[in-house]
């Protein structure tokens, strides 16, 4: 009996490639913008010290009306405290849907967002909806994923047996965060919920 050489014994191994045969991008993208708003509050408690007043502290923040009550009520317990005040902090979210030519030019930051009156831009990237792993992408990175995803679909085309026979449809968003910040009183808060 023959003895068989190793590298006959190892079975043969088939070519695996992307699951994304090809991919399309939405020339008019549908809808113009979703926009997401999360409200939170901080309490900050000041006391006396001599003439001057003094900031003692203020709270993380807090997610619902009822612990920003809390919060108030437990600093008007203490007979040190000589003013509260009450902050609500506002984060909109707006996604919106773009097409590659909306993209800033290869080395060029994105285009300057106005915040609104009242507000800060804390936060202005892109994404790519319909991949695994959409994470914050600036223009650039964009620009290289979306080659190497045209590269990825032109050579599993060719590739015998329809091996890359996949699909992905990606939307390109460009994100912008924008914070407020303003004070308000405790009747100003959502009402309790029934």
């Known amino acids: 009996m023959a003895a068989t050489s190793a590298s006959s014994?190892?079975?043969h191994r088939t070519r695996r490639c992307s699951p994304i045969g090809w991919f399309s991008m939405r020339a008019k993208p549908?809808?113009?913008a979703r926009a997401?708003?999360?409200?939170t509050w901080t309490v900050s408690v000041y006391r006396r010290s001599g003439d001057?007043?003094?900031?003692?502290?203020?709270?993380h923040r807090l997610d619902s009306p009822e612990q920003t009550r809390e919060h108030m009520r437990l600093a008007r317990e203490r007979p040190w405290v000589s003013r509260i005040a009450l902050t609500e902090l506002v984060r909109e979210t707006s996604r919106r849907a773009i097409g590659e030519d909306e993209l800033p030019d290869r080395g060029r930051p994105?285009?300057?967002v106005a915040a609104p009156a009242g507000g800060r831009l804390v936060a202005h990237f892109y994404e790519m909806e319909g991949l695994a792993a959409a994470r914050p992408?600036?223009?650039d990175d964009?620009?290289?994923?979306?080659?190497?995803?045209?590269e990825t679909a032109a050579g599993?085309?060719?590739?015998?047996?329809?091996?890359g026979a996949g699909s992905a449809v990606v939307v390109l968003r460009e994100i912008t965060v924008v914070d407020f910040a303003r004070p308000t009183t405790e009747g100003a808060l959502p009402p309790h919920p029934e």
């Open 142 to 150: 964009v620009r290289c994923r979306l080659h190497w995803l045209r």
């Open 110 to 112: 994105p285009r300057r």
């Open 137 to 139: 992408l600036s223009a």
């Open 30 to 32: 549908e809808g113009l």
């Open 9 to 11: 014994a190892v079975a």
């Open 156 to 163: 599993s085309a060719r590739l015998p047996g329809g091996a």
């Open 52 to 59: 001057t007043e003094v900031h003692e502290y203020t709270s």
């Open 36 to 39: 997401d708003r999360r409200v």
